[in-house]
T-cell receptor, first 114, second 113 residues
């Protein structure tokens, strides 16, 4: 089944404890992106990647890192999480290498930072 | 910062009625306008999209109306059904960076029988 998977689905952590949220897609898509969803703010793009080893900042990149060493994987790294990073995170992928191609979203990761 | 303003925040419609969600943008360089549908506990999924070379696009019960001069676009759901109950997001992408997608704040639609 073609899909985008995220792990973990739920995570509660404490301020300053480094964490990684994994994202993997099995559709051989070139484009991948991370978003955070907050009430009243909608979805905001954190980082995106047009292909392996090519990444760029979205609208809210502060406090996050990403890497794209393999086409299928695009992990989101929070090196020193803070409570304002408590949010619902979505990974997405698109086949044509651009954000304007249909983006397929993962199921989401709900992160709470205490 | 580039913005896409979406309204209303929530919408209650009776079964069979028309649901209308509106979005407005500021940046005239936006040239791709998708709508995403999100059910509770799920990720968003593309519903329908339009480019500014047309003023309307229809797919089944879903229609996007686009007004380039007013910098507005809207989603119309005809014959709304309880299964349409979801959160809807409009979005826009600038022509100079097709890798960026800027979303509206979302509209929670509830369709009652």
């Amino acid at each position: 089944e073609a899909q985008v998977t995220q792990n973990p689905r739920y995570l509660i952590t404490v301020t300053g404890k480094k964490l990684t949220v994994t994202c993997s897609q099995n559709m051989n898509h070139e484009y991948m992106s991370w978003y955070r969803q907050d009430p009243g703010l909608g979805l905001r793009q954190i980082y995106y990647s047009m292909n392996v080893e090519v990444t760029d900042k979205g609208d809210v990149p502060e406090g996050y890192k990403v890497s794209r060493k393999e086409k299928r994987n695009f992990p989101l790294i929070l090196e020193s999480p803070s409570p304002n990073q408590t949010s619902l995170y979505f990974c997405a992928s698109a086949g044509g290498g651009r954000g304007t191609d249909t983006q397929y979203f993962g199921p989401g990761t709900r992160l709470t930072v205490l | 910062q580039q913005q896409v303003k979406q309204s209303p925040q929530s919408l209650i419609v009776q079964k069979g009625g028309i649901s209308i969600i509106n979005c407005a943008y500021e940046n005239t360089a936006f040239d791709y306008f998708p709508w995403y549908q999100q059910f509770p506990g799920k990720g968003p999924a593309l519903l329908i999209a339009i480019r500014p070379d047309v003023s309307e696009k229809k797919e089944g019960r879903f229609t996007i109306s686009f007004n380039k001069s007013a910098k507005q676009f809207s989603l119309h759901i005809m014959d709304s059904q309880p299964g349409d109950s979801a959160t809807y997001f409009c979005a826009a992408s600038p022509s100079y960076n097709t890798d960026k997608l800027i979303f509206g704040t979302g509209t929670r639609l509830q369709v009652f029988p």
